[in-house]
């Protein structure tokens, strides 16, 4: 299960809706071992891209140099769908590296009026998808 | 030569757990050869063919080796590679 806030739930959903019709991409970071999800990092998704995203290589070092030196990990990896339903596809599955984190997916398609606003967590481990519940509190 | 590499959570089951091992080599791909040595398993996952694999991220100290001379960058002694894979996805 994945708990989070409230305002970082909101801000994922921001920021989603503001790069659409781009895929928007980012990561919660939180202490190493307690699964909380604190740091709010959005990413520039170098892809540009309605289909795709990939976090900036340069921006990549960054990120992770500078969780590990506060003692952290990425305890979301955040992206949005923007034309289907937020669900792992198979290029999501197959680049997905961090067996520890929750992969939050969230859907834009809703902007055009096709359905409500979806945002679904996800465990991928060894290319295996298992979908978890997802609660938003307003503070841990 | 003793050259730090910087080993992400997904390829630590190679490294007995270790964030960081040395190794040794005055390219890249010397290095990773030298890194099988002692660590079977981990170069297939960071070359494939001859090159680096696409969504592999290898950097020299602070420089994606991509901008550098990928595989065949040198490398001196003390310098630090980091490897990351890339985070990415996208909806097909």
């Known amino acids: ?140 | 030569m003793a050259i730090e590499v910087r080993i992400p959570t997904i390829l630590r089951q190679y490294t007995d757990g270790q964030k960081a091992v040395e190794g040794n080599g005055d390219t890249l791909a010397a290095l990773f050869a030298d890194l099988e040595t002692r660590h079977a398993g981990i170069q297939a996952r960071i070359v494939d063919d001859g090159k680096l694999r696409r969504f592999v991220n290898v950097y020299l100290n602070d420089e994606d080796v991509r901008f550098l001379d990928s595989i065949n960058t040198k490398l001196s002694d003390g310098d630090t590679v980091t490897i990351l894979p890339a985070v990415a996805g996208g909806s097909v």
Not at chain 1, 10 to 18: K, P, S
């Open chain 1, 1 to 140: 299960m994945l708990t989070l806030t409230q305002a970082l739930h909101d801000r994922i959903v921001a920021h989603a809706r503001e790069d659409h019709p781009d895929e928007a991409c980012g990561v919660v970071a939180g202490p190493v071992g307690t699964g909380r999800p604190e740091r709010f990092i959005p990413m520039l998704n170098a892809a540009r891209s309605p289909t795709f995203y990939e976090f900036d290589s340069g921006d990549l070092l960054k990120l992770y140099r500078e969780m590990d030196d506060r003692d952290e990990e990425p305890v979301i990896i955040y992206h949005s769908h923007t034309a289907t339903e937020a669900y792992p596809s198979r290029t999501d599955i197959s680049y997905a590296n961090e067996p520890g984190a929750h992969y939050v997916l969230v859907s834009t398609a809703d902007a055009d009026g096709a359905g409500p606003f979806q945002f679904r967590s996800y465990r991928i481990v060894d290319g295996e998808v298992t979908e978890e519940e997802v609660r938003v509190v307003e503070a841990y």
